[in-house]
C-alpha cells in the first residue's frame, strides 16, 4: 500500500480502536523502514535491518509498532497486522499459534479484552 497522509491517519485510528479493545495504552506506530532506522538502536535493538521483511513488528518493552505499509497488499492485511501487533502487546506471553490468530480475530470483530494484569501472588 502507498503511505499518504490518509492511511497514516487511518492506521492511528485503528491502531487507537483495536488498542482500547485490548485495555492497552496506545503505542508509537512505526510506518516505514526509515522510521525504524530513524529510531534509536537501543530500542530496536535485533528486530532493526530486518524490520523491512515483515508485515509487522512489535517492540514490546517499548510501546512501538512497525506496521510496514510498503509491503502490506491491501486493507485485510493491513487490518490483520494491526491488531497482530496489538495482541503481541496485550498477550506478551502468548507466542504465535492458534490461541493467538483467535485473538486476533476476536479483536477484529470488536471484542473487548480487560487490561492485562501480573500475577498478583
Ligand atoms: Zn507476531
Known amino acids: 500500500m502507498i503511505l499518504d497522509d490518509d492511511l497514516r491517519l487511518s492506521i492511528l485510528e485503528k491502531s487507537?480502536?483495536?488498542s482500547n479493545r485490548l485495555s492497552i495504552s496506545e503505542p508509537k506506530v512505526l510506518m516505514s523502514s526509515k522510521e525504524v532506522l530513524e529510531m534509536p538502536k537501543e530500542i530496536t535493538v535485533g528486530r532493526r535491518?530486518?524490520?523491512?521483511?515483515y508485515y509487522g513488528v512489535s517492540y514490546m518493552q517499548h510501546n512501538l509498532i512497525f506496521i510496514n505499509v510498503k509491503k502490506i497488499p491491501d486493507e485485510k492485511a493491513l487490518d490483520d497486522t494491526i491488531a497482530h501487533e496489538l495482541v503481541h502487546l496485550r498477550f506478551p506471553y502468548l507466542s504465535h499459534g492458534r490461541r493467538f490468530n483467535k485473538l486476533v480475530r476476536q479483536v477484529l470483530k470488536g471484542k473487548t479484552f480487560p487490561p492485562y494484569q501480573k500475577r498478583k501472588r
Open 16 to 18: 487507537g480502536i483495536f
Open 49 to 53: 535491518t530486518t524490520a523491512y521483511k
